[in-house]
């Protein structure tokens, strides 16, 4: 199994500009969920899907953001406009109920 | 709500010392704990879990105990490598419901050769 996919690895962009994130999950796992890490707030969830229903969103920041799931081995995230606070790593992860999670290699966002 | 609080690091030691990186948890149910680390510039990846009272977890080296009555679960090493420097976090996650986990605020760990 080639674990969590995430694309891109990296991603620069201006303030203003729409970002998106993807992320496959591996296969048969049914809750996927998305993080931002940054060195001030540590690791934040933003929000989980289960078989492809979105759960849990209340982390997520602002309206700014927002994430779809439209089959059970695609997501993204997008940022609609883009701000420097913004600037994070931003990682997928997914799971089985009950089980650990696998997290991908993570996008390290830079919006300058 | 749930929690996990883990020691402050980082923590220094020297290749070959013992290793304890202590976490504490707070849960209205019977949660499952886990131990994820981080290596520079990758995700968490599953280091180990145990899923009921006095399970021990173990991997690569490594083990913790669930302990319910301390609301523990401390991670320890006899051995560490520089190979082991990365960062440690503890996390919980309830058997029930969203089976969403809370992660600790992890532990720095930097091993000296």
């Known amino acids: 199994d080639a674990g969590v996919i995430q694309s891109p690895r990296h991603e620069v962009t201006e303030m203003g500009q729409e970002v998106t994130l993807r992320c496959k999950p591996i296969?048969?796992?049914?809750?996927l969920f998305w993080y931002r890490q940054t060195m001030m707030r540590g690791l934040e969830l933003l929000i989980y899907f289960n078989n492809n229903v979105p759960i849990d969103d209340s982390g997520m920041p602002e309206d700014r953001f927002s994430a779809k799931m439209p089959n059970a081995s695609f997501s993204t995230l997008k940022i609609q406009p883009s701000e420097p606070r913004d600037s994070a790593v931003y990682f997928c992860?997914?799971?089985?109920?009950?089980?650990?999670?696998?997290f991908g290699s993570g996008t390290r966002l830079t919006v300058v | 709500g749930d929690s996990v609080t883990q020691m402050e690091g980082p923590v220094t030691l020297s290749e070959e010392a013992f290793l304890t990186i202590n976490c504490t948890y707070t849960a209205t149910g019977y949660p499952s704990l886990f131990w994820y680390v981080q290596y520079p510039g990758e995700g968490l990846q599953l280091l180990l879990k145990a899923t009921k009272a006095d399970d021990k977890g173990s991997n690569k080296g490594f083990e913790a105990t669930y302990r319910k009555e301390t609301t523990s679960f401390h991670l320890e090493k006899g051995s560490v490598q520089v190979s082991d420097s990365a960062v440690y976090f503890c996390a919980l996650s309830e058997n029930t419901g969203g089976f969403k986990t809370i992660f600790g605020a992890g532990t720095r760990l930097f091993v000296k050769a």
């Open positions: 296969s048969g796992h049914d809750y």
């Open positions: 992860a997914s799971s089985r109920a009950g089980s650990g999670y696998t």
